[in-house]
């Protein structure tokens, strides 16, 4: 596995910025693909490629040990997580219990808040993107959006954190065309529904179209995610 990193030499920046940027850069090597499901990996390779000492590189791992993304093994290095299927599934489960409330609470509002009217602009009156994962992007902010919207700060940031835990499988999700074309269909049929207070129908929708990418969690296999993985990677030595 080929990790990517800084390569203008070694960095001067503080440990805890060093460590943070190395988190954020393994977490994005996971959601696109770089990094795979059973993946393993050692400090000293990371170190190397990113240039810079095991101390923030082991910080960053613990970091992401502790959010679920990797584990370490005792004396073999570090592996990222295989796919939970079951906890995907249970994460689906209350993302939709959160987004079926935001919209009963949108519907119930006198006044349609801004955000909106700019999903309404961007999945409706735009024209359409076609890069698959520039989409998946939009889609988590279009979900987001729908949650922030309803008024529960709390709520709304229980599902910004669930969003990011099945981003790999959302991202997979959208290698397929087909999904891409259907997102904005269902997204444009959603909110419209939600602007003429269509509870039921806009809860029905907006269910049916969560179900459709829930389904897709245990259709994915090894050879998927090594199909999604960007053709000028590497395999990691260990996978």
């Known amino acids: 596995m080929q990790l990517t990193g800084a ?3 070694r960095s001067k920046t ?3 910025g060093l460590a943070e940027r190395i988190y954020l850069q393994l977490k994005d090597d996971i959601f696109s693909f770089r990094l795979l499901p059973g993946d393993r990996f050692s400090e000293n390779e990371i170190a190397d490629r990113m240039e810079v000492s095991r101390t923030p590189v082991r910080q960053a791992l613990f970091w992401l040990e502790r959010e679920g ?3 370490v093994f005792f004396r073999s290095g570090w592996q990222v997580r295989p796919f939970d299927f079951e906890y995907f599934e249970q994460l689906y489960d209350l993302r939709i219990v959160l987004e079926l409330e935001a919209v009963k609470r949108l519907c119930a509002l006198t006044a349609m808040p801004e955000p909106l009217d700019a999903l309404k602009r961007f999945w409706i009156d735009a024209p359409r993107r076609e890069d698959g994962q520039d989409v998946a992007h939009f889609d988590e902010e279009f979900h987001m959006t729908l949650v922030a919207a309803a008024g529960n700060g709390e709520m709304a940031k229980i599902h910004r954190d ?3 835990k099945i981003r790999i499988i959302r991202r997979l999700d959208f290698t397929q065309d087909a999904r891409v074309n259907a997102t904005y269909n269902e997204h444009a ?3 419209l ?3 003429q207070r269509q509870t039921g129908e806009a809860q029905r929708q907006l269910q049916d179209h969560i179900a459709v990418s829930k389904a897709e969690v245990r259709k994915i296999t090894l050879h998927m995610l090594h199909q999604a993985r960007p053709e000028n990677e590497t395999d990691s030595p260990s996978s």
């Open 7 to 9: 390569r203008n030499g």
């Open 14 to 16: 503080r440990p805890e």
């Open 69 to 71: 993304y990797v584990e």
């Open 162 to 164: 669930l969003t990011e």
């Open 189 to 191: 049929s959603i909110l």
């Open 193 to 195: 529904a939600i602007m």
